[in-house]
């Protein structure tokens, strides 16, 4: 294999590239480990080399970095494979012709988009390095075969590097017409491997950060043995470092956990009632002259208070730190249908103008409605040291002038021309004042790029979520200052924020799978049959919005329900207390005061509990789903099925956290003494089930009976496993 001193990062383009954008060292060798493996490494679309990167994390930063080098060092031109929208190609031409502004200027360079090439070039225009954007679809394909084959055939003895950006086939196995976008799927690939294999010489690179094509193979793949799915290998991969401004799911799923980061103030969880009121119009439902004081659509209105304070609070910072003072975006993205998109226009400017109309005449609704966001943005803003805290008094000041002065502005995004208007000269969405309200679907899914955005109304359905589809659509990810993060919010509901955070366990976990040599050691990927055996499953089966990511460790526990009514439950709950007391006497083994007893008895007890608490809309309890990874976990052992119990009494939880949100954490870690830590130290070749006995008193909000909280750990010797709760037919 090349080593990295082969490659040499001096030449013109790279030189250029490297003067332009200061790459860090790690940057600088992802890219040229990448171009040393292309030199050196047969790829093709079949086999591609790979640059894998997250969302929003840099990937076109460090696939420029690897065009400059590539022409550095052989390569005369490149095919850029892009996603068929023509926003997107608007975008990916003025980020191509902006970095390489100075090459293109010497004459070094002609950046094409393959629909709107100019008649005849000369010899001169193509002796140059030579880019062409190209949409994945079959016209533009047509067009770049007849460029290099019969319009100007000097080019297909050209060094040609294919570079294919969003590289996220995966998404296939999901759609409605499967067998055609299969067909139209192969159309494309038999196109673009056609016009490969006619080039004297070439490369094949794809660039994604949904790599699931790898794992999720078509159906004639076999499932390998001992229940791990073998995914294809590609030729090579290198990973896009993270840069230190990342922020991604971690922030928002994992780190939000934490009561005392800032994180846990990001999400305002959304009803379904609401999310359906934004859907299509109902003026029984909205009423267009009460939108400010409207119990239908509390968390828009929040939605659009929290962006106007969180806008109007970061440039106060920027105005005492003698910083330029910045325009900021927000996204309402629920439907893909034109006619939700006109309703909720409607909405937004009708609430604008009912904003304006009292701030005009400084009513004390307006007041309230700012003190309350003012309230909710200050209490994650004082969680960093470094910017100023503004007063409410100057915050209401700046809301009342903004309002005033127009400041406010919303826009449907919809269909191509009316990205091509709002498009600025970078091929970024337009802020066209200081606070940008943009409405859309499918043209806000990916792509096109979004500055400063500080608040995500988000709300597709997660029935017909695709993991690749879905992490494209999380536009809240992306490279973000810390400060404004402090007055980011993200509203949805809780059915697709649990949704969204399996997710992000999925991805990560693949991705560390990845990482760490995934086409050795794989991912297991189970299910349960109807006659509740647990198998094996292809993952392309998957239907990822009904599936558990299972990692050493991890807790499963119910979240965001009330108990059933004292009389109803009392005898169960009773029963449960005698069991959990039998059970102690007739443990196999203990250790730090935990038991080990046979998994049959914690299925029962987990059975029984189930049957005591009601669920809140939007949040899952799923009994099969609870006994199908425990029965899984349980069997993984060759001593047997059981299972350590870790009880706790007399506990005197709230049902709701100091932020207002339903508690999470019931099994306090508390310094290693903690019965989470505990079952996690004794969770070794045996899973825990944790069980805290709650008072369940009215004054914490509960209905004054005593419950039972169950938590499930998985055992630190198991090896990751997706369970899928549905699998497609």
């Not at 440039?315 to 003698?322: E, K, S, T, Y």
């Not at 199908?628 to 052992?637: A, C, H, K, R």
């Amino acid at each position: 294999m090349t080593t990295m001193t082969s490659i040499q990062t001096n030449g013109r383009f790279f030189n250029h590239l490297q003067h332009k954008n200061n790459y860090d060292e790690a940057s600088r060798n992802c890219m040229v480990n990448t171009v040393s493996h292309l030199l050196h490494t047969r790829t093709d679309i079949n086999k591609p080399g790979m640059l894998l990167g997250k969302i929003q994390s840099g990937k076109t930063r460090t696939f420029i970095g690897v065009m400059g080098l590539a022409y550095d060092h052989g390569f005369d031109a490149v095919i850029l494979l892009t996603k068929g929208t023509n926003a997107l190609v608007k975008q990916t031409y003025a980020r191509l012709t902006q970095e390489f502004e100075e090459r293109i200027e010497g004459d070094d360079l002609r950046v094409y988009d393959i629909m709107a090439m100019p008649e005849n070039l000369r010899k001169y225009e193509l002796s140059q390095k030579l880019a062409f954007i190209v949409k994945k679809e079959t016209k533009n394909l047509d067009r770049i075969r007849e460029t290099f084959f019969e319009t100007y055939p000097e080019l297909a003895k050209r060094k040609v590097l294919f570079i294919d950006d969003e590289a996220d086939y995966a998404s296939v196995a999901y759609e409605h017409k499967k067998d055609e976008n299969v067909t139209h799927l192969r159309v494309l690939a038999t196109k673009i491997n056609a016009l490969r294999e006619q080039l004297s010489s070439s490369a094949f690179l794809q660039v994604t950060a949904t790599p699931y094509s790898l794992y999720l193979q078509p159906d004639d793949m076999t499932i390998h043995e001992n229940k791990v799915y073998q995914p294809v290998r590609p030729a090579f991969t290198e990973l896009v470092p993270v840069h230190n401004r990342y922020v991604g799911g971690e922030t928002y799923f994992d780190q939000a956990e934490d009561p005392d980061h800032f994180a846990s103030h990001l999400y305002h969880a959304v009803s379904e009632k609401e999310l359906d009121a934004m859907k299509k119009m109902d003026r029984r439902k909205i009423k267009m002259d009460q939108l400010l004081t409207q119990k239908t659509i509390p968390n828009i209105r929040q939605a659009v208070m929290n962006f106007i304070v969180g806008s109007a609070i970061r440039r106060f910072q920027q105005r005492q730190l003698g910083q330029k003072e910045q325009k900021y975006a927000m996204i309402i993205h629920t439907e893909r249908g034109k006619l939700a998109h006109a309703w909720q226009d409607e909405l937004i400017r009708n609430m604008e103008d009912r904003l304006i109309e009292d701030a005009n005449k400084e009513s004390e609704l307006l007041q309230t409605l700012t003190r309350d966001a003012y309230d909710d943005l200050i209490a994650s803003v004082q969680t960093f040291s470094s910017v100023p805290k503004p007063s409410f008094s100057e915050v209401y000041q700046d809301v009342l002038f903004s309002l005033k002065e127009e400041y406010l502005i919303s826009s449907v995004v919809n269909s191509e021309k009316d990205v091509h208007e709002l498009l600025d000269g970078r091929g970024e969405l337009q802020l066209r004042a200081p606070m940008n309200i943009f409405i859309g679907g499918q043209l806000l899914d990916r792509g096109v790029t979004i500055r400063n955005m500080i608040g995500f109304f988000y709300g597709r359905n997660p029935r017909s979520f695709q993991q690749d589809t879905v992490l494209q659509h999380s536009r809240m990810y992306g490279a973000r200052p810390l400060e404004d993060m402090a007055v980011t919010r993200f509203y949805t509901t809780p059915k697709i924020y649990a949704v969204m955070k399996q997710i992000h366990e999925f991805d990560s976990e693949l991705r560390r799978a990845f990482e760490r040599g995934g086409h050795e050691q794989g991912v297991v990927f189970i299910q349960k049959e109807e006659n509740n055996r647990i198998l094996p499953c292809s993952p392309n089966k998957i239907l990822l919005s009904s599936l558990t990511m299972i990692q050493p460790h991890k807790r499963m526990l119910p979240v965001g329900f009330q108990t059933g009514y004292k009389t109803y439950i009392q005898p169960t709950v009773k029963k449960v207390d005698d069991w959990v007391a039998s059970l102690k006497t007739r443990a196999v083994d203990e250790k730090e005061g935990a038991y080990l007893v046979p998994a049959t008895s914690a299925r029962e007890i987990l059975r029984a509990i189930h049957s005591t608490l009601e669920m809140e809309e939007g949040r899952d309890f799923h009994l099969d789903e609870y006994e199908s990874v425990l029965d899984y976990l349980t069997t993984e052992n060759e001593e047997g099925a059981y299972v350590w119990l870790v009880v706790r009494k007399k506990r005197q939880i709230k049902r709701l956290n100091g932020a207002g949100k339903f508690e999470n954490s019931p099994d306090t870690p508390g310094s290693g003494q903690g019965e989470l830590s505990i079952a996690r130290r004794v969770a070794e070749d045996h899973p825990a089930m944790i069980l805290l006995r709650q008072e369940g008193k009215k004054e914490h909000g509960w209905r004054g009976t005593p419950f039972w909280w169950p938590v499930l750990v998985a055992q630190q010797n198991t090896t990751p496993t997706v369970f899928a709760k549905k699998t497609v037919k």
